[in-house]
């Protein structure tokens, strides 16, 4: 619950003379992902705590190195929620980590992501200046909006040090059906069931079994029970949080994690290796021993976009791939908020 804000603009400054890197750390859940990260450390847990919560307003505004946990425990209180749903990897995640990544849970397709909920951030840039951008409404932005520009960013254009969040109240019922299927036909069905106007806030396939979760005003969850049938999931709060926090057995193991986030409606991969969809069939988590270049491949023919999540070889490119013009926006972008390259360097991409 303190405020080192003017001792981190101090190390950014001392790194920036010195001409050394700098790894961000928030909790330190997330050094799996992203290339490996170098650097000396700039830790950001001790700068933590609610800077303002208003519930009536659903905002939030805390400092960046806020655990998720806690964020969720305080908006509980009024029977509120984040919106996205972001694991909490055993509770170390923080606030600005999940910014940071870009990390959202299984109802990300219905209540949106990190980005979406965001209003506005605190920044300190490359040359140790403490910058604020966007603010605690919707209805905050002049010129382009840096604090989205953050969101998976992987600490690469600042140290954000504050976050506003809109947050929503938690839903009066949540149930989940599950029905049996193999994966062709669940896509097809999630398709299908996403296009109606039902109550649904979570859409995942795995283990030849569907699991579609329900949330809203009772009458409205009922009344789809009755429509769609199907069988009652017990216990649903655990599956979905294995969902989100990626501990339910399909995350198990060393084998290399892939992210391919698709359109919807994309057939399956088409070979043997273990798939969980989830999104509504948007995401999907791949265990296999393949190259970027071959998943990359794929996620294109399915109008998506591939990463190695987990697992594999950090040292190579682990996001997808960017052309030429965009990899030259990206350059343009961190030059101008990191001209001397100090923040998370190569833990994005090699080249950044
Ligand atoms: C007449 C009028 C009055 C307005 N009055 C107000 C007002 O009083 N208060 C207020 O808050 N807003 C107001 N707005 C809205 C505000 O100006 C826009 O919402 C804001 O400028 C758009 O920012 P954005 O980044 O969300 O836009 P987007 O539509 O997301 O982006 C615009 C373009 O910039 C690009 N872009 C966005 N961000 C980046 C980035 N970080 N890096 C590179 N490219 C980027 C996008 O790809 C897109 O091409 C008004 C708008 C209009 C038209």
Redesign the pocket.
Known sequence: MTDIADRLVDQVMTARAASRPLMIRGGGSKTFMGRTATGEAMDLSEHSGVVDYSPSELVITVRAGTRIADVRRILDEQSQMLPFEPPEYEGRATLGGALAANTSGPARPWRGSVRDALLGTRIINGKGEHLRFGGVVM????????S??QCGAMGSLGVITELSIRVIPKPELETTLVQECNEATAITKMVELCRQPRPLSAVCWTGGRLYLRLSGAEQAVASTIGYWGGELLERAADFWRQIQEQTHEFFEGEMPLWRLSVKPSAPPLGNDAPVLLDWGGALRWVRAESSLTAMERYAVSAQGQASLYRHGDRNGEVYHRLSPPLRALHQR?KAALDPDGIFNPGRLYSWL
Do not use: H, Q
Not at 139 to 146: E, I, S, T
């Open positions: 209805k905050n932005v002049a010129g382009y909006d840096l989205r520009a972008l």
